[in-house]
């Protein structure tokens, strides 16, 4: 079966570092990408990775490695407003999108 | 504001009663999709869109019909609500039909079925 497994929960310091993984198991893959969804709110993209490497954007980055499946969703100089759930999507060999259960993210002051 | 627009924000409804959930979108994209979201799960696709006057059935299409009568419009209807049919439904859009873009998605409805 297609799965996208990422960690349930994660706490961070605000000023800090956190690193968000993703690995996935699909038939096929056209592309990963991360959504970051607030509490009460509809998801908003973030990311769009289909080449292996890094893409930075700002106060996020995102990595992609397809020969291991695996993904993260880095965040430097956290801030208070990152307080969100993280998720995790893949295109598979059909275009479809297959969807992690999402990271929360918890930044203490 | 271009957008989704969703309606309503919030329902509580009977089992065995019919709903219909309202999408619209001003951005003229081509593909919609409706999702549903569920605590501990990813986002499940119930059906989709890729143009004006075709639908597809998601990972989880029993209970729900669509139609897509023109681009703007993308309704989801429960024909019977049963109560495991409670979550929160995102209607999204996005320009390309190859699920290679961004997804705009509305501010999902609420639906409880008691």
């Known amino acids: 079966g297609q799965n996208i497994d990422q960690p349930t929960e994660m706490t961070a310091t605000e000023g800090a570092i956190v690193q968000i993984n993703c690995t996935y198991q699909?038939?096929?893959?056209?592309?990963l990408f991360w959504y970051q969804q607030h509490a009460g709110e509809a998801p908003t993209f973030l990311s769009y990775n289909v080449l292996d490497g890094l893409e930075e954007k700002g106060r996020f980055s995102s990595f992609l490695s397809r020969s291991k499946g695996y993904s993260y969703l880095l965040l430097k100089e956290l801030q208070m407003k990152d307080s969100a759930s993280y998720l995790c999507?893949?295109?598979?060999?059909?275009?479809?999108?297959?969807w992690g259960a999402g990271t929360k993210l918890i930044i203490k002051p | 504001i271009a957008g989704i627009t969703q309606a309503p924000t919030s329902q509580i409804l009977a089992a065995g009663r019919r709903m219909t959930l309202r999408c619209t979108q001003d951005?003229?994209?081509?593909?919609m999709y409706w999702y549903r979201q569920d605590l501990g799960l990813g986002l499940r696709l119930i059906h989709y869109?890729?143009?004006?006057?075709?639908?597809g059935k998601g990972e989880v299409p029993d209970g729900y019909s669509v139609s897509r009568a023109n681009t703007d419009d993308f309704p989801l209807t429960l024909a019977s609500a049963v109560p495991s049919q409670t979550s929160v439904y995102f209607c999204?859009?996005?320009?390309?039909?190859?699920?290679?873009?961004?997804?705009?998605f509305g501010e999902g409805s609420r639906l409880t079925v008691l």
């Open positions: 951005m003229r994209h081509n593909a």
């Open positions: 699909t038939s096929g893959f056209n592309g």
């Open positions: 999507a893949v295109a598979d060999s059909n275009y479809q999108l297959i």
């Open positions: 999204a859009s996005m320009s390309g039909t190859g699920n290679t873009g961004e997804l705009f």
């Open positions: 869109s890729n143009t004006a006057g075709t639908t």
